[in-house]
DNA sequence: ATTGGTGCAAAGGCTTTGCAGATCG
DNA sequence: CGATCTGCAAAGCCTTTGCACCAAT
């Protein structure tokens, strides 16, 4: 069960750096343009993989497709309701205080924080 | 286009509350064994109603189906990995500190807390 | 009497799976 | 060579939609 590199491999990390939070499919489009024959069953199955490995993240927002992130370093996610793009927000200080008691008793290996609302563009956008 | 009060509408609220953040199909089981007509459709239909009448909470996790809150106050959810539950945490005090300059720009409209991990339960059963 | 709600069946969106053939090491 | 990876098609899961009938106000 050795993981072997492939061209397809490669392309999608590609695709993950160039493109903001993009969604499988988006990715999948971008990789056509220059190998039209990938498929998007191995898209999905190479992000999957790559997220069980920890090293891509992803977001879930609302019921749609999931967006894929390559910063994995820790940080929370602005969401716009209305264009629906994702925002890094820096780590620079999300402080989850959680009750006394709750953290001995689980243990917790992922903490999101996910703000929703409108970004500046669509706020503006609203107002007219 | 006045909302009118039927039995299914009032059971659904029932079940959201005597049940612990469930998803449509438990809340459509619970609510079958009283009226076995009751349709899945209409549990999801007024289920999402009550979202964007922000009467209840929808916590989506994974890809798997949404669990809805009857809890609408802010508090935070710990999310088990292996047993799959829901916990709500109180919300006495997380505090999520945004980089300045980003709240001024954007409108926050909700703010989600999302831990993840392994529960008392579930992290003794890993150990054996 | 209106017209919103319900149940049913079918469709829809996103993701996964089974399988045969191609490919990396 | 052998095991993993790919592409294709089909299936799967959760949710929504269209439509005719039912029922709350």
Redesign the pocket.
Known sequence: ?????????SLIVESLHKLDHP???EIWQDISAK?P??????V???L?QMVEDNSILAVTVD????KYDSEIHPHAHFYCLSCGKIVDIPPSGFVPKIPEGFLEEVEITKTELLLSGYCAECKIKEKN
């Open positions: 069960m050795t993981k072997r590199n492939t061209i397809q491999k969604t499988a499919e190998i024959s990938i498929s998007l069953t191995t999905y199955r190479n999957k019921k749609g497709a999931i």
